[in-house]
């Protein structure tokens, strides 16, 4: 029968996340394959070194040292996590952006027999997620200065925003715009029933569609024939 800690050990080598094993006195004893790619260390000369030759790690902005979350897990004795903008300072001086996990390895008794050290690269999330930010404010300052009306709806067809254009042309307000129904606006006009379905049918299957026709009086302005373009703008996750 394979002893608990050998199948421990096999565990964490097998990690798709990198992985850094203690003692109780914070010396390694195991790094993993993606932990040897990101810190630059061999595992046969990272073990024995205590945790902050071969894991050191700083804040991005002031460049100080982060407090070192294994030796937090030996004092406290519960799962720490890294501080937002993080970065290792690798074996060949390189600097990668990580979040970490380090929690406790328990003996049979509960004692505690080392830390388990689980990080990862987050460069390209962070990347990612700028992009995003990019993207949203560009999207913003597209749709606030758009010609044509222009209207956000939520995955239940609510308004989220509409552009000072929308406003103008059908003589409405944010109040009695924003957070309501597209089919409650104003007496009904928007109340098309193809316009639900082709609608539905953009969040359902995520297509899009352009040049759909209306005619349709409104109480202020009269008459107006419209041209219905959309498309589903991906959420956050979904990138």
């Known amino acids: 029968v394979e002893e608990p800690r050998s199948r421990l050990g096999a565990t964490l080598l097998s990690l798709g996340d990198a992985v850094i094993a203690t003692d109780a006195r914070g010396q390694i004893t195991l790094l993993n394959?993606?932990?040897?790619?990101?810190?630059?260390?061999?595992?046969?000369?990272?073990?024995?070194?205590?945790?902050?030759?071969?894991?050191?790690?700083?804040?991005?902005?002031?460049?100080?040292?982060?407090d070192q979350p294994v030796r937090r897990v030996i004092e406290l004795g519960i799962l720490q996590k890294l501080p937002e903008r993080s970065i290792l300072i690798t074996k060949d001086g390189l600097e990668l952006s990580i979040d970490d996990t380090a929690s406790p390895i328990r003996g049979e008794r509960g004692s505690l027999d080392g830390v388990a050290l689980i990080f990862r690269?987050?460069?390209?999330?962070?990347?990612?997620?700028?992009?995003?930010?990019?993207?949203?404010?560009?999207?913003?300052?597209?749709?606030a200065t758009a010609r044509d009306p222009l209207v956000l709806l939520d995955e239940d067809l609510r308004v989220k925003s509409a552009n000072h254009s929308f406003y103008a042309t059908f003589q409405v307000s944010p109040?009695?715009?924003?957070?309501?129904?597209?089919?409650?606006?104003?007496?009904?006009?928007?109340?098309?029933?193809?316009?639900?379905?082709?609608?539905?049918?953009?969040?359902?299957?995520?297509?899009?569609?352009?040049?759909?026709?209306?005619?349709?009086?409104?109480?202020?302005?009269?008459?107006?024939?419209?041209?219905?373009?959309?498309?589903k703008v991906p959420r956050e996750g979904d990138w």
Request: without cysteine.
């Open 121 to 143: 690269d987050i460069a390209n999330r962070r990347d990612l997620e700028k992009g995003l930010e990019d993207t949203r404010r560009y999207g913003e300052v597209i749709g």
């Open 175 to 231: 109040e009695d715009t924003e957070g309501r129904s597209l089919f409650d606006l104003g007496n009904g006009q928007w109340n098309i029933p193809r316009l639900r379905v082709i609608l539905e049918e953009l969040l359902a299957e995520d297509t899009s569609f352009d040049d759909f026709e209306v005619d349709q009086v409104f109480p202020v302005i009269g008459p107006r024939t419209m041209l219905f373009h959309a498309r």
């Open 33 to 66: 394959p993606m932990a040897e790619s990101l810190t630059g260390w061999a595992m046969h000369d990272a073990i024995g070194l205590p945790i902050e030759s071969v894991f050191r790690i700083v804040n991005e902005v002031t460049r100080e040292l982060v």
